[in-house]
């Protein structure tokens, strides 16, 4: 093989005085050694000015690169390079450009249809159009070590950790209570802190606490949580702390799949763990309506804000609902029982007598109810006649021709009936229907709104009282309701 040095100098010599970018890269601090930033940024600007190129931008980001598309940086120079902003691309290390074969591609792109040149200064390779053959073995190459490297480096520091993990000293931060010393190579109880894991177990294995009670109950006991300015524990924070198994003196290693005793000490015992875990598993949950029915709709009579709901679930399976204005400026602090709506709600309901709905409104909505179901009618009858020609041309088309062929007569018989159908069962069923529903609209109107409003389903009430009245105000004496003008027409006292 004869190699032509005079073509490996003037691709050298001809990146004198072009424009040029730089590309740094790393993704965590072990990479800062040796290949910081800083490092890279010295090698590519050094590189850059020896050839008296003019540096347009400076890309530095601090991201892994094992995965395509996924560099914000990256994908903003190759944009800069296509639309021919500069024409060479510095970078330190191939492995600091990429880690992976997609992105790899997009440089072998820009090297190939776009006419730029890339340089590895680390270790002073040039590559570009018409490109060496090897030279993008070389780059692949390093693409899929670099890509192994960090895979195998991965491997065995997840497999250091699961072992350490197994040995009984978890390797990841203690949680609340305790503290980690490496020296003893296990968790030490933080005395103080355990007091308030242990009485937050004890209140809530009563059974007469929610999880938020517990969080009330604990700061009005004096046990204050210091990682909140507030000294109140937050109820997710709770909830998990309810729920941690390493308070027993155990945990469990999830890789391994394994549950280990740990070289901690216990802070509460398994049958209090056990119970504290059955009976979060057997409190209710709230159901979808406390999370929509009255929303939006109940507003504060002294302030005019919208009342917040708020649900109290006990472990025991009793369950409150309160609304409540949360408006720090008001001064009334109103807070009404749902129940207490709700049959103040169903009250105004009786006053309203669907019975005195002038016969022309009733008329209307009742054609619009069965205009539906009308038209269809109509079309049936006129299938009849449809069906009826339909089934005289084939027979006029049978005489015409002289045909006798039974198998073909039945099967055009047979389409036209299945697409017609029993035309009479029909017109039926769709008239019994029409009636069924005009019975129904009769009867409706002679009664209170309220004996047809505990029929509908949640959505179906939620829709009635937003037809019917356009305000809710709640105050200490309950819910006072301003009826529509048109439900204030039908209402008797």
Known sequence: ????????????????????????????????????????????????????????????????????????????????????????????????????????????????????????????????????????????????????????????????????????????????????DNELGRAVIIDSRANFVRKAFELYATGNYSVPEVANELFEQGFMYERKSDMKIPLSTLDSMLRNLFYTGKYYVKKADEYVNGTHDAIISDELFEKVQKLLKSAPKASRRYKEFYSNLLTCANCEHYLTQDIKMKPNGKKYVYYRCMNPKCDEKVSVREVSIDDDVNTYLKEIRLGLIPDEIIAEGLKNEISG???????????????????????????????????????????????YGDLDTQILATEKQIETVKSKVTETFTKRLYDVYMGFDIPTKRKVLELMANIFKCDENGLKMTFKSAFRKIRRR
């Open 1 to 180: 093989m004869i190699f032509d040095y005079k073509s490996i100098l003037n691709k050298w010599k001809n990146l004198t005085s072009l424009d040029c970018v730089y590309y740094c890269r790393v993704s965590s601090k072990d990479q800062e050694k040796g290949t910081s930033i800083e490092d890279q940024k010295k090698l590519c600007e050094t590189f850059c000015n020896g050839y008296k190129m003019n540096i347009v931008e400076g890309f530095i980001e601090n991201v892994s690169a094992m995965k395509g598309g996924k560099r914000r940086e990256f994908n903003k120079m190759v944009q800069m390079l296509k639309e021919g902003k500069a024409k060479v691309l510095v970078c330190a290390y191939a492995d600091r450009l990429t880690r992976n074969g997609a992105d790899g591609d997009i440089i072998k792109e820009l090297i190939e249809d776009y006419g730029i040149i890339v340089v590895l200064v680390v270790p002073n390779r040039i590559m570009q159009d018409p490109v060496d053959p090897a030279d993008f073995m070389l780059f692949d190459m390093e693409i899929a070590f670099s890509n192994y490297r960090v895979r195998l480096d991965r491997q065995r520091c997840n497999a250091g950790i699961i072992a350490k993990n197994l040995s009984g000293y978890r390797s990841t931060k203690s949680p609340y209570g305790y503290m980690n």
């Open 373 to 419: 179901m009308s038209q269809n009618l109509s079309t049936l009858k006129r299938n009849i006649s449809r069906k009826y020609h339909s089934e005289q041309g084939v027979m006029e088309k049978v005489v015409k021709n002289g045909i006798t062929d039974e198998k073909y007569i039945n099967d055009k018989m047979s389409a036209i009936q299945e697409k």
